[in-house]
């Protein structure tokens, strides 16, 4: 993929991420330091609960959701990071064996009216399982770099 | 503490978690698997950026943010996991050395219409670093149990 800057995309463009298998190993690691909660930690206990098994963390899987999306080279460019992340939603649970994807579609556009140099984009980020179940959405507020010729402060 | 559940709360309640101090390694770690971004994983590379320096992925400072959280025992006994989570603003950056500790404050409480067992309270999180700023707020949305001997439908 070319490089990407502010100017370059458009409202309704989508972009899809490659696949990650989720293993049991992965979510009870990321649990144990970040969201030690029964269903997300212990196979056995977690039969017991309203889960009825091991489920990832949905901090786990909104970093997942980040890291897919990265990784088309979208953002690789133009990328400041992010004042914040609106409505995130987790849908259906992720379990040992999911394998996950992400689209990413441009919903808003907005340039910075005191930074000529930048400007916001709002991506909704759906994260799909293998039978194409939504897992996941949020809205994530990336701050992205125009491209350099186009830009009147320099 | 003892075991609380969702009729134990009240609007305003307010819980405050221990600490953690945040590693350079720990950072480079998270980011290595969820954020490889260049402010987040080359600490030489970053002085170029506008964060001047390293800083912590949003997704850890959010996962340390639920972690702190959890460990007031709070929700042990009677979390159900959560739908979804609002309004995450990463307001300062999170750098190695700086120590954060979260305050959980409920701010809304609804019993479920039709599940007599549980109801959904949401709780603001603030992470403050060691200066008292805020770094990280976010609105979480919480199905907890009720306490069983109040229970209708038992």
Wanted: glycine share 10%.
């Amino acid at each position: 993929m070319s490089d990407l800057y502010f100017d370059d995309f458009k409202v309704g463009d989508q972009f899809k991420s490659g696949g990650i298998t989720v293993t049991e190993g992965q979510i009870i690691d990321f649990a144990m330091r970040y969201d030690p909660q029964v269903f997300h930690l212990d196979a056995e206990a977690a039969k017991g609960t309203p889960y009825r098994g091991l489920i990832a963390s949905g901090f786990h899987t909104m970093a997942l959701t980040f890291r897919l999306f990265l990784e088309t080279g979208v953002l690789s460019s133009c990328s400041l990071g992010s004042p914040g992340i609106d409505e995130v939603r987790w849908l259906l649970p992720v379990r040992p064996g999911d394998t996950l994807h992400v689209v990413g579609e441009v919903i808003e556009i907005r340039p910075s009216k005191s930074r000529f140099d930048r400007g916001m984009i709002r991506f909704r980020y759906t994260n799909f399982n293998q039978r194409g179940e939504k897992v996941l959405t949020m809205i994530g507020n990336q701050l992205l770099l125009r491209r350099p010729t186009s830009s009147p402060s320099m």
